[in-house]
């Protein structure tokens, strides 16, 4: 029911920036939290930084410091800065969204965008 539209991504050179953004759409759904996952070829997808409704945030220790989430609550949109990025960044970004609807709750996912961070 809620679908995610993320852009940003692409290559950089180790130390660049890259903003990765993601919008949620739909119908009578109340957000209860929004951010991002990454997966590395190979790897587990793993929590990047999400910020939830009411405002509190959760980076993985590998962003703290680097990434900053934050939002757009009026539009349901959320961005990602990340700074200082570096090889071990690279891996494919994919924007989750919980919501309820009712009161049920679901994710969502977007479509992911890759991340390439050369040396």
């Known amino acids: 029911q809620v679908q995610l539209m993320e852009s940003g991504g692409g290559l950089v050179q180790t130390g660049g920036s890259l903003s990765l953004s993601c919008t949620a759409s739909?119908?009578?759904?109340?957000?209860?939290?929004m951010g991002w996952y990454r997966q590395a070829h190979g790897q587990q997808r793993e929590l990047v930084a999400t910020l939830n409704a009411g405002g509190g945030t959760n980076y993985a220790d590998f962003a703290k410091g680097r990434f900053t989430i934050s939002g757009d609550y009026d539009r349901n949109t959320r961005y990602l800065q990340m700074n200082n990025l570096t090889p071990e960044d690279t891996a494919l970004y994919y924007c989750?969204?919980?919501?309820?609807?009712?009161?049920?709750?679901?994710?969502?996912w977007g479509q992911g965008t890759q991340v390439t961070v050369s040396s």
């Open positions: 989750n969204a919980r919501y309820y609807i009712g009161f049920s709750h679901y994710d969502s």
């Open positions: 739909g119908s009578g759904f109340r957000l209860i939290a």
